[in-house]
């Protein structure tokens, strides 16, 4: 069985910053991608950031235009864990963070359970 667990939200101020952990454990091998999703209240879910590369190294990383240059993602193959930092939180941020993971022969994705982000004055 298979289990993520998010961990990091909470209720912050504009400007400040969070720092999200995906701790992906049980019989899970080869993954290959790990995301990081979010969906805030009466929208739908959207794609944050996602990180590539498994144990050859050679990572590649891509970001929701809406947070460049603040979210930075990153991943700890040893740990089957990612991380997403986030910066310069805003208002529009707000919404419950998943985590994503693409693994195995066959691309299963698996989603955690989320954690809430809630960015607000």
């Known amino acids: 069985q298979v289990q993520l667990v998010e961990s990091g939200g909470g209720s912050v101020q504009p400007g400040t910053s969070l720092r999200l952990s995906c701790a992906v454990s049980?019989?899970?091998?080869?993954?290959?991608?790990m995301r990081w999703y979010r969906q805030a209240p009466g929208k739908q879910r959207e794609l944050v950031a996602g990180?590539?590369?498994?144990?050859?190294?050679?990572?590649?990383?891509n970001y929701a235009d809406s947070v460049k240059g603040r979210f930075t993602i990153s991943r700890d193959n040893a740990k089957n864990a990612v991380y997403l930092q986030l910066n310069s939180l805003k208002p529009e941020d707000t919404a419950v963070y998943y985590c994503?993971?693409?693994?195995?022969?066959?691309?299963?994705?698996?989603w955690g359970q989320g954690t809430q982000v809630t960015v607000s004055s």
């Open positions: 990180i590539t590369g498994g144990g050859g190294g050679g990572r590649m990383t």
């Open positions: 049980g019989s899970i091998f080869d993954i290959k991608i």
């Open positions: 994503n993971v693409i693994a195995g022969a066959l691309n299963y994705g698996y």
